[in-house]
Nanobody, 121 residues
């Protein structure tokens, strides 16, 4: 199983980025896919995920209203649209897959290698 993130980079406060996560080696339709992040010196933070049935679940109030998630099952890809970014969003962003929507937040499934997002003021 491989999850490959892309789309990270440097953006100014208030800007937007769209991250992508391409999955291979699994039956994509069977998995809940989501995003978490880790900033230097901080614990991992689960953000949101999307089930195979397109149910979205948020785990972080700090991104509600700014981040949205979508999936394209034909392309085995999940997207994270991030708007109105601020310096507190600076972190490495990872996508993660789990068969269970309810257990996704435990991050016990598959992870990617991460993509760096840096927001400058």
């Amino acid at each position: 199983v491989q999850l490959v993130e892309s789309g990270g980079g440097l953006v100014h406060t208030g800007g937007s980025l769209r991250l992508s996560c391409v999955a291979s080696g699994l039956t994509f339709d069977d998995y809940t896919i989501g995003w978490f992040r880790q900033a230097p010196g901080k614990a991992r933070e689960g953000l949101l995920c999307i089930s195979s049935g397109d149910r979205t679940r948020y785990y972080s109030d700090s991104v509600k209203g700014r981040f949205t998630i979508s999936r394209d099952n034909a392309k085995n890809t999940v997207y994270l649209q991030m708007n109105d970014l601020n310096v507190e969003d600076t972190a490495v962003y990872y996508c993660a897959a789990d068969r269970s929507l309810n257990a996704w937040y435990l991050l016990l499934g598959y992870w990617g290698q991460g993509t760096q997002v840096t927001v400058s003021s």
